[in-house]
């Protein structure tokens, strides 16, 4: 059953409501082998432009993956001075141009400047190419649990690549020469690291296995790959388990766990940088035993997950898509 959501410009046209039509549909798209797919529809009959009678484009939303990232954590609330450059960098999706946002002087709370920024950031649909207009005019910013986050107003089923869903923080933000260097009060919000969402969700932990068995003590692990190259992880942690079943089938009676450093070697023969004090592993490990990457440039509080994880949170991003477009001037 389709349901009709009324939406207004409470500021400028607080008379002119408009309707959004939200629906569940069966359609056939191309790529699917003429299989049916359920998704949910986001449709209006009201325009981007009264005048020219622009009509805004249907939305059938099939996945919700919104490129997002969230800074430091930081707390308020922020003053920023004459001595900072409160300026403020951010590219959302595959935006080759840096878009810089000057912030006032002042002193903020993180909802009040995550609102601030919220509003500068969409008015950049009207500067931007066409193809990221929805991105910048759609996106999301908050302050959460003490960080400042940062939401693609588009979706994709990618996160790299040309057609990506990502937002990118500039490392130079809130950064301002100054008499020593930089000044040290620009960390404030949290942002000063580059920061981008490709890099976050773009890492995934690898896994392998021992090929052939292991002595403690040795600094040579030999690996057997599944599609990675140890040598291109030097300087990153590594986990290895054995499991119950010792060389030639008997049980172990516990099941041994420890970290190491890869340090170099072969795609298949990784130097190793262990516990031990000739630099290798403590213990013995057996043909097939697991090894797991455990570092990597992923968000220490796990990799930003699905921004909305629920049909509410589904629905009301394609309200709010189709809303945001809509001209209520009449």
Avoid at 122 to 150: H, I, K, P
Wanted: charged share 15%; net charge negative; aromatic share 10%.
């Amino acid at each position: 059953m389709a349901v009709n959501v009324s939406v207004y410009d409470l500021v400028n046209y607080p008379d002119n409501s408009k309707t959004v039509t939200v629906d569940i549909k069966q359609v056939t798209p191309i790529g699917y082998e003429g299989d049916e797919q359920w998704v949910v529809s986001c449709v209006t009959s009201a325009y981007s432009d009264n005048t020219a009678r622009t009509a805004i484009q249907d939305i059938y939303i099939q996945n919700m993956r919104a490129g997002w990232l969230k800074g430091m954590e930081a707390s308020g609330p922020f003053t920023l001075t004459s001595g900072v450059n409160a300026g403020f960098e951010i590219k959302i999706d595959a935006d080759p141009t840096w878009r810089h946002i000057d912030i006032p002087t002042g002193v903020y709370t993180g909802d009040a400047l995550a609102d601030w920024l919220e509003t500068e950031i969409r008015a950049l649909n009207s500067v931007v190419s066409s193809t990221y207009q929805l991105a910048y005019m759609n996106m999301s910013t908050e302050y959460t649990d003490g960080r400042f986050q940062f939401v693609s107003g588009s979706v994709s089923e990618h996160f790299t690549g040309a057609n990506r869903s990502s937002v990118a923080v500039n490392a130079d933000t809130l950064y301002a020469p100054g008499p020593g260097g930089q000044d040290p009060s620009a960390h404030t919000l949290g942002l000063d690291f580059p920061m981008t969402s490709e890099s976050l969700s773009g890492f995934a932990s690898k896994e392998g296995r021992v090929d052939g068995s292991y002595t403690a003590g040795n600094t040579t692990l030999n690996t057997k790959e599944y599609g990675w190259d140890v040598t291109t992880f030097s300087g990153s942690v590594f986990a290895i388990t054995s499991d119950l079943i010792e060389e030639g089938g008997f049980e172990n009676s516990t099941v041994t766990y420890e970290y190491f450093i890869c340090v170099g070697g072969t795609p298949a023969a990784m130097t190793i940088q262990g516990a031990h004090a000739s630099g290798g592993l403590l213990n013995n490990y057996d043909p097939d035993d697991k090894i797991v990457m455990f570092d990597g440039p992923q968000d220490p509080q796990a990799t930003p997950t699905a921004w909305n994880s629920e049909v509410d949170g589904v629905v009301r991003w394609g309200i709010k898509s189709i809303a945001n477009q809509i001209d209520y001037s009449s």
